[in-house]
């Protein structure tokens, strides 16, 4: 066999596995999300956002662990703005260059990809039991701290990178006006990167909705209905990891549902942060 | 990219305050993690000290002719109050490795077939859903393999091929396939595992591909290379670093997920013996048990914690530096 032909022929191999693995995992990938799908699908009903967390047996809902999931992701989301966009604008404008810069820099990395549950036992022993601040007790505030811990990070990168993006000529143009270096940041390079800055933090509670691990052990879950954040508190994570894990298939069907509705909020979020940051090139 | 010192504006109090500001948000990221370190320290020590080296390598008498591999202990047992963490990181290590196994040739394979030979209009859309499919929680994940994977796979591959391996119970082959055969085991949790981590991988692979400038590619095109061979010798070589700086990002994640595995590795304490043995991870065993565990036992759990945080730091770290070059 001549050499071109072997040439030709290796290359047409390869080119097939490629496609072949693509296929692959996109077959199962899609397999997942059809039975996401379709066992999701079934139990939903309006009850669901009606009706409290049941007893195996009895009708019920998932209404406690949505209004759960959502308060504490949104007072994680507000620390995680607060502490991410003003550590990432340090990073950016400030001190990303100094030692300390690169210390933050690379321990912020390392904190975006800890496993979730570490920081899920860390909340643990300061704020449920064991440390001076310790609370004594499983509240929506030690789960809404640990969810916190998760999105910071993905903030704190999102905001560095997106600053990082924005021409220099900006801040020229701030500070020949006279404007000082808050003021050019808060008017100029913030307003300008403000889209950006969103997409951060919708990647970012996208990545906390469906967080489990960190909340086994900090809000713990609650079979009632709380909006109080001081108490042991429900989240749909949470409530599917229980339901599934129980030889019920009227439980097992409720996770189900919950699955669905989960995934359907990360990806409608994460769609939406994408469709923010179309021409903005993000950096994702 | 910080703005040059030479047009440092005019003075304004608010300056410094915005400086101290933000530079104690960046701050309270340091303190975030050494404080994690700290707390996995303090709250694992009683454990560490109680039973030393021994948390981690324990031997038992063994029984005579039997091979010595198999008499190490791994005991976990809160009655008694005797912990090891040998069987949990022997847990963790094979799963991720098995994950890792599958799903890097698969991962590359994706990120090849999606930069060099797709075609532009389905490339843009393939992309976005294997970046949205990274996305997904990785408890949905656990709950498709525990309700829909581990039972067909039992039906359909598990059992017949145990009954398979029964003509000749003492072979290799029958070693390896042995187990209960309920589909939660090494091997299910591993696939799963893989089919989480892939997308991931696969999504970063493309897009260290895509920062090779295209100058490289088409000169390579040019002196009449297949495509087969541009990427085999030169896209992968030009990404060489970053692409195992990927892998041990993958590998880091695979370490430290809970849901998908806690769901189907069968959370069993022992030294696994076959691929189709339940085992359990470092992560699922701290997700099992720490909300019901007290004193030493929940100390044991805390160590397993620092166990893990050592391995995955590790893990991070030469991935980061791996890819200092480029971020991800």
Redesign the interface.
């Known amino acids: 066999m001549d050499r071109a032909l072997r040439?030709?022929i290796?290359?047409y191999?390869?080119?097939g596995?490629?496609?072949?693995?693509?296929v692959?995992?996109?077959g199962?990938?899609a397999?997942?999300l059809w039975?996401?799908f379709s066992?999701g699908i079934g139990g939903m009903n309006p009850l669901i956002f009606t009706m409290d967390t049941p007893a195996a047996g009895s009708p019920g809902g998932l209404r406690n662990a949505i209004v759960g999931s959502i308060l504490m992701c949104g007072v994680a989301m507000i620390i995680a703005l607060?502490?991410?966009v003003?550590?990432g604008?340090?990073?950016?404008?400030?001190?990303?260059?100094t030692p300390y810069?690169h210390?933050?820099r690379?321990?912020?990395?390392?904190?975006l990809?800890?496993?979730?549950?570490?920081?899920g036992?860390?909340v643990?022993?300061?704020l449920v039991s064991?440390?001076p601040i310790a609370l004594g007790h499983f509240s929506g505030w030690a789960g809404a701290v640990a969810l916190a811990?998760l999105a910071?990070?993905i903030v704190?990168r999102t905001t560095e990178?997106i600053l990082?993006l924005q021409p220099?000529a900006l801040?020229?143009a701030?500070?020949a006006l006279?404007?000082?270096?808050?003021?050019?940041?808060r008017q100029i390079i913030w307003k300008a990167a403000g889209a950006g800055l969103l997409t951060g933090g919708l990647l970012g509670f996208?990545?906390i909705?469906?967080?489990?691990?960190p909340l086994?052990?900090t809000a713990?879950g609650n079979q009632f209905f709380t909006a109080n954040l001081g108490e042991a508190m429900e989240s749909l994570?949470h409530a599917?990891?229980n339901f599934?894990?129980t030889p019920y298939e009227d439980l097992?069907k409720l996770?189900?549902a919950g699955?669905l509705l989960?995934?359907a909020a990360?990806?409608g979020v994460?769609?939406l942060g994408?469709w923010l940051a179309r021409d903005k090139n993000a950096g994702? | 990219m910080s703005v040059e010192t030479k047009f440092k504006p005019r003075f304004d109090p608010t300056d410094p305050i915005f400086r101290w500001v933000s530079f104690g948000a960046a701050t309270t990221l340091l303190v975030v993690l050494a404080s994690l370190i700290g707390t996995l320290i303090v709250g694992g020590w009683p454990a560490l000290s109680e039973y030393g080296f021994g948390f981690f390598l324990k031997f038992k008498e063994c029984p005579v002719g039997n091979n010595s591999w198999f008499c190490i202990d791994t005991p976990w047992n809160p009655v008694t109050d005797v912990y090891s963490a040998t069987a949990p990181i022997l847990g963790t290590i094979i799963t991720s490795a098995l994950a890792l196994l599958f799903a890097l040739p698969i991962a590359i394979g994706i990120a090849v077939f999606l930069t060099q030979f797709c075609p532009r209009q389905i490339a843009q859309p393939l992309s976005t859903a294997v970046e949205l499919l990274a996305g997904i929680p990785s408890i949905v994940y656990g709950m498709w393999g525990l309700f829909v994977f581990a039972p067909w796979f039992a039906k359909t591959i598990q059992t017949p091929l145990i009954i398979a391996a029964s003509q000749d119970p003492t072979s290799w082959f029958a070693k390896m396939v042995a187990g209960i055969p309920n589909g939660a085991n090494l091997f299910t949790a591993s696939l799963v595992l893989a089919i989480m981590i892939l997308p991931y991988m696969a999504a970063v692979f493309r897009e260290l591909f895509r920062s090779i400038p295209p100058q490289v590619r088409e000169a390579a095109f040019g002196v009449g290379a297949t495509p087969f061979e541009v990427t085999t010798s030169v896209i992968i070589p030009y990404v060489q670093k970053g692409m195992i700086g990927v892998v041990m990002l993958g590998l880091g994640r695979a370490l430290g997920e809970t849901m998908a595995v806690t769901f189907i590795i069968g959370n069993s304490h022992k030294f696994p013996k076959s691929l189709f043995d339940s085992s359990s991870t470092l992560a699922s065993t701290i997700a099992n048990e720490f909300a019901e565990a007290a004193d030493l036992h929940r100390s044991a759990l805390i160590a397993l914690g620092l166990v893990l945080f050592l391995i995955t730091f590790t893990v991070l770290a030469i991935a980061r530096w791996l890819l200092s070059s480029q971020r991800y």
């Open positions: 040439r030709k290796a290359n191999v390869f080119i596995l490629c496609i072949f693995g693509t692959i995992a996109l199962a990938l397999l997942i039975s996401l066992q607060f502490i991410g003003l550590a604008t340090w990073l950016a404008e400030i001190g990303g260059d810069g210390v933050v690379f321990l912020n990395d390392v904190l990809s800890a496993p979730s549950i570490l920081i036992l860390f643990y022993q300061v064991g440390s811990i910071t990070p704190t990178d990082n220099n801040r020229e701030g500070m006279g404007a000082s270096q808050f003021t050019t940041i996208a990545r909705s469906g967080e489990t691990a086994l052990f713990l994570p599917m990891y599934a894990l097992n996770a189900w699955a989960v995934a990360v990806l994460n769609i994408r994702h």
